[in-house]
Each structure stands twice: as structure tokens, then as C-alpha cells.
T-cell receptor
């Protein structure tokens, strides 16, 4: 079955440094979604990418979808303490199926 | 108004007991899910359900059963609880299976 892998598993940065998490799927994805889960909270949707090579920005966050639609990345510029949490990528193994989540990247930002 | 609400938030119970977790969504979505998040934060799909079809992750023990009285509710019933069932269980909903998911606050289940 489909596997969604994320690296790194953990990242500890100083406030102001940049951060990137990478996501790879074993199969081609119809779309990829990114979620953020704050400590003690629930996953919250950030964005969905659909097109091959798509790039989307949300303030300091930049999301990319690979040309082959099998990988994606999330880049945060100049991290802040409010960025702390676990970032998950997720994609349906095929159309009409529930999202499979990567194992997430836990980001810790120290002031 | 909470879009996806689940109760209880915390559940502590003994091995062998049967328990249920309730979930309701007021978003008018046609699909609901149950996910299990273990201590390593891995989110694993257990069930997805819409009006027409229940899809069960083959790795889920048959002690777990979803029950949907109507489109807005998907409850999770667990029989003969085991220590390994301890986890956070999230209910979620979306419009169309695999669409943007809205998660509930989670239920932390501890089996002792």
C-alpha cells in the first residue's frame, strides 16, 4: 500500500532560523495536504496542492508540490515561537480514499 | 460553534471493558473518519464512512466498530479494551472522501 514518509522527524531551531520539512509518497498523489498540530491540540489544515510543480505561499510558509506529484516540501522563513508544533503532510492513496498521513516533523523553536 | 466535537475528551478505563467515543459534525459533510494517534504522533486512519460506504483499514482489530446513526454522527465502539489501545483518537470530517479534513479535539484513551 501507499506509504507517506517525512523527514526530518524532529527539528530544533533558534528563533529566526529557517526550517524545511520534506514529504515523499510511494505513489503518485492526486493532491497533497499539509496540517499543523500544536502540542496538546488537533491537526489543523494549512493548505492543499493539486497541480504538478505548484508553489503556494502563506506569509512566511512556502509549500511546493513536486513535478512528479510524489513529493512535497514546507519551508518556513524566519521561524517564530508560534511555529512550534508537528507538521504533517497527507495524501489520498487514490481518488475517493481517506488521507494517509506522514509521520510528521516536530518543530521546536527556542527564543 | 465547534465544527467537529467528540466526547469524552479523556477516558480512563480498565482492560477488558467496552467503551464508546461519540463524534458529531455540524459542517454538513458527507464523510467522517476515525484516526488513531499513538505516542509517537503517528496518525493512522481506522475508518472512513459516508452515506454509502464504510472503508475499514485492514489492520484495525474487529474489536473496533464504527456506528453512524445519521450523517452527522460517527461513534466509535471498542470491545474488550487492551493496554495497546491507549492512544488519542481523533474524529474528522470532510466533504468527499480524501478532501480537506476538519478534526475534533481528540479523545485521550488510557487503558489500565
Amino acid at each position: 500500500g501507499q506509504q507517506v514518509m517525512q523527514i526530518p522527524q524532529y527539528q530544533h531551531v533558534q528563533e529566526g532560523e529557517d526550517f524545511t520539512t520534506y514529504c515523499n509518497s510511494s505513489t503518485t498523489l492526486s493532491n497533497i495536504q499539509w496540517y499543523k498540530q500544536r502540542p496538546g491540540g488537533h491537526p489543523v489544515f494549512l493548505i492543499q496542492l493539486v497541480k504538478s510543480g505548484e508553489v503556494k505561499k502563506q506569509k512566511r510558509l512556502t509549500f511546493q508540490f513536486g513535478e512528479a506529484k510524489k513529493n512535497s516540501s514546507l519551508h518556513i522563513t524566519a521561524t517564530q515561537t508560534t511555529d512550534v508544533g508537528t507538521y504533517f503532510c497527507a495524501g489520498p492513496p487514490r481518488a475517493g480514499y481517506a488521507l494517509n498521513f506522514g509521520k510528521g516533523t516536530s518543530l521546536l523553536v527556542t527564543p | 460553534d465547534t465544527a467537529v466535537s467528540q466526547t469524552p475528551k479523556y477516558l480512563v478505563t480498565q482492560m477488558g471493558n467496552d467503551k464508546s467515543i461519540k463524534c458529531e459534525q455540524n459542517l454538513g459533510h458527507d464523510t467522517m473518519y476515525w484516526y488513531k494517534q499513538d505516542s509517537k504522533k503517528f496518525l493512522k486512519i481506522m475508518f472512513s464512512y459516508n452515506n454509502k460506504e464504510l472503508i475499514i483499514n485492514e489492520t484495525v482489530p474487529n474489536r473496533f466498530s464504527p456506528k453512524s446513526p445519521d450523517k452527522a454522527h460517527l461513534n466509535l465502539h471498542i470491545n474488550s479494551l487492551e493496554l495497546g489501545d491507549s492512544a488519542v483518537y481523533f474524529c474528522a470530517s470532510s466533504q468527499g472522501t480524501g478532501g480537506r479534513a476538519f478534526f475534533g479535539q481528540g479523545t485521550r484513551l488510557t487503558v489500565v
